[in-house]
């Protein structure tokens, strides 16, 4: 489990203060896939570089597995209920403990994929064998056995990445921090890596916290989701309930952002043919989620209030095994029923929005 209480970091730059973090609490249970969503500047980077103590907060406290609490004051690292300052060794050990991945791989380009792979081993103590042993069983992990001699430049985004993958891991950490790890592949090498990072979090069980400024890397691989905002974390709590019921502007931003249902402000805006509504017709928005299942809902209305429904966009995806999703569409029938059948959805927890009145 990781645990951050109260952790904040600012850093000073020509005189300016720059709050990165402020006063962030969050809690990521063992095994859990946790992302972190934000636009740039937000503070996601400083946040996991305070996880592995690559930064030092200024305040607050963090637990990582199994360690005693670290308190942080003044610059100071203070660790256990003694309030010791942590030893070199200590935090080196913790640092070992987590592996990290980047969004431009730092990758030792003078070095082949077995030595970038091998050199985290350098100080852990193994010899020329054992070393060998792991990186053949990292390079397999990651599918990459035929590429041990080859350099950085040799290789696609999408298979430098797996060396920085079997790099993280070859310490055998239990947490993995990706910051922006596919922020530079196209969509496929992006699509591989993130069923790699599934797949390793089911087969090893490893826990990875994953910073993006993508919706679709969330919607993919995370279960937790905090969306970060100007240092803070506003809006936390599981991938369904935080985008089927985003609270913050910003959380509607992102679910906005990669919805197809986006496109209706465009079509409303170059007052396109589709969006043209008539006399005594509605054109309307409907978001369904889990509770209200899209298909039986439309035909439930059509059917037992007589209205007519035209759609003219519609978007479902399934999230953690749930649909999730909505459509444009617009409603003809007469005043009394359009509005029996809004009632009728709004009691059944569809969300609906009347974007024009004909
Ligand atoms: N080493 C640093 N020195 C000064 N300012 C920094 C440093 N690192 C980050 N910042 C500032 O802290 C804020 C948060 O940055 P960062 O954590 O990188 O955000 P994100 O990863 O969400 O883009 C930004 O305003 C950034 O300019
Ligand atoms: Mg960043």
Known sequence: MIEIKNLSKTFTLKGQNIDAVRDVSLTIQDGDVYGVIGYSGAGKSTL??????????????????????ITFENGKLL???????????????????????????????????????AYPLKYSGMNRKEIKDRVHEMLQLVDLTDKRDAYPSQLSGGQKQRVAIARALANHPKILLSDEATSALDPDATE??????????????????????????????????????????????NVYDVFAHPKQDITKHFVASASALNRVDKLLHDDS?????????????????????????????????????????ASVEVLEGSPLGGMIAIFKGTEENMHGALDWMKAHHVEVEVLRRG
Not at 89 to 114: E, P, Y
Not at 213 to 237: L, T
């Open 79 to 117: 660790y256990g209920a003694s309030r010791t300052p942590m030893k070199e060794k200590q935090l080196n050990a913790m640092r070992r403990s987590i592996g990290m991945i980047f969004q431009h791989f730092n990758l030792l380009d003078r070095s082949t994929v077995f030595d970038n792979v």
């Open 273 to 313: 043919p589709l969006v043209q509504v008539q006399p005594g017709e509605l054109l309307v928005k409907l978001l369904f989620s889990r509770d209200s299942v899209g298909d039986s809902v439309i035909s439930q209305i059509s059917r037992d209030f007589n209205v007519s429904i035209n759609i003219v966009l």
């Open 192 to 237: 591989s890596i993130l069923a790699l990072l599934r797949h390793l979090n089911e087969k090893l069980g490893l826990t990875i916290i994953a910073i993006t400024h993508e919706m679709a890397v969330i919607k993919s691989i995370c279960r937790h989701v905090a969306v970060m905002e100007d240092g803070r974390v506003v809006e936390e709590g």
């Open 48 to 69: 996991v570089r305070c996880i592995n103590l690559l930064e030092t907060p200024d305040s607050g406290s963090l637990r990582v597995n199994d360690s005693d609490l």
